[in-house]
């Protein structure tokens, strides 16, 4: 089975469009989502209807924070930018699409591997993995031989040897990476909707459960167009910039 790992879609349509056809090339049989469908693009209604119709089709869905506080409202305590991309995105999904978004879990366990957005050893909580160190206490929280997560916006991939010996690296994108079961790994796959390394081009991951091999894909599409519709939209200025410089 060679499932596509989806995150942080982040309500960009040209960018799940482009991932989503690059997919079907690397004959994937399944899709995981890892959460944040909605938040800082101009296109939740749609990414959070195809999100249903990848779910209905056997999906693998888990909420993110961003589709989480959708849910709830908006909070003081957040950034004005994502404050008012929540409140904003609110007004433009209907009762069903939110009522999906309340519907997912947390967290997803099959065939050895956790799908998560954002950690294993407290999700509810959005901690980043940021660091060698996340890494390995999200890897000590589960019995899993495999995590994927999302939250961090840039592809990344640890492992942990059986005698405490941890490592990582930034993968090369289209390079299959050997992922055997006796370490454990934890891949991030990057942003689909709104990528944050210096580079626009949407990322993503092909997980190949036979051949225990991983790898991330990085996939051009018309971020120009993207940014064009947060601002039409009246969003904040520098979530258009963002999907254009890649930050």
Partial sequence: MR????????????????VLHHARGERVGRHALLG???GYGADPAWVVERARELAAAGAIVVLGNHDE?????????????????????????????????ASLPMTHTEAAVLYVHANAWDPPKWS???????????LHATACRYTVCGHVHEP???HLSGTG?????????GVAIPVPSHRQWLAIPGSVGQPRDNNP???????????????YHRVA???????????AAGLPQNLADRLVDGL
């Fill in 165 to 173: 010996k941890a490592g990582e690296f930034k993968p090369v994108p």
């Fill in 36 to 38: 944040d469908f909605v």
């Fill in 221 to 231: 599409y018309d971020h120009e167009a993207a940014a064009a519709k947060v601002r």
């Fill in 69 to 101: 506080a959708v849910v709830r409202g908006s909070r003081p305590s957040m950034r004005a930018d994502a404050r008012h991309s929540i409140d904003w995105t609110r007004g433009h999904l209907d009762a069903g699409q939110l009522a999906f978004l």
């Fill in 3 to 18: 499932i596509a790992l989806l995150t942080d879609l982040h309500a960009n349509r040209e960018a799940l469009e482009a």
């Fill in 128 to 138: 980043y993995i940021e660091t060698r160190h996340d890494a390995v206490r999200s």
């Fill in 201 to 215: 081009a949407a990322c993503y991951a092909v997980f190949d459960l036979d051949a225990a091999q991983l790898t």
């Fill in 156 to 158: 990344m991939l640890y």
